[in-house]
């Protein structure tokens, strides 16, 4: 059974950086799409980034598009989030899901979800 985990989070002023880790165990992430989602309080939990089981196709949602960047080391069943430029706004649980198809960062077409990790942005 695959299962996902979140480290990386943490607290970090306007304009920081932050880099995510999605490391997984049980299976090989090589067949899998995963995705970087998000959560706000009071908000439904977003896509943010997918990127396809090769790493060929990749998306953002338009929030985040120049600022964050998604890639995969398949060898070490691990895909990053590089966040850069971070606003008040990108303060949310984020959550790293895998799918057995390929998807947009479409939330109901990932099955694994990892526990989530916090980031804050705040002066």
């Known amino acids: 059974q695959l299962q996902l985990v979140e480290s990386g989070g943490g607290l970090v002023q306007p304009g920081g950086s932050l880099r995510l880790s999605c490391t997984a165990s049980?299976?090989?992430?090589?067949?899998?799409?995963i995705g970087w989602f998000r959560q706000a309080p009071g908000k439904e939990r977003e896509g943010v980034s997918c990127?396809?089981?090769?790493?060929?196709?990749?998306n953002y949602a338009d929030s985040v598009k120049g600022r964050f960047t998604i890639s995969r080391d398949n060898a070490k069943n691990t895909v990053y989030l590089q966040m850069n430029g971070l606003k008040p706004e990108d303060t949310a649980v984020y959550y790293c899901?895998?799918?057995?198809?390929?998807?947009?960062?479409?939330?109901?077409?990932?099955?694994?979800w990892g526990q989530g990790t916090q980031v804050t942005v705040s002066s």
């Open positions: 899901a895998a799918s057995s198809r390929f998807s947009l960062c479409v939330r109901a077409e990932f099955a694994s």
């Open positions: 990127i396809s089981n090769r790493g060929g196709n990749i």
């Open positions: 049980g299976l090989t992430l090589d067949y899998y799409t």
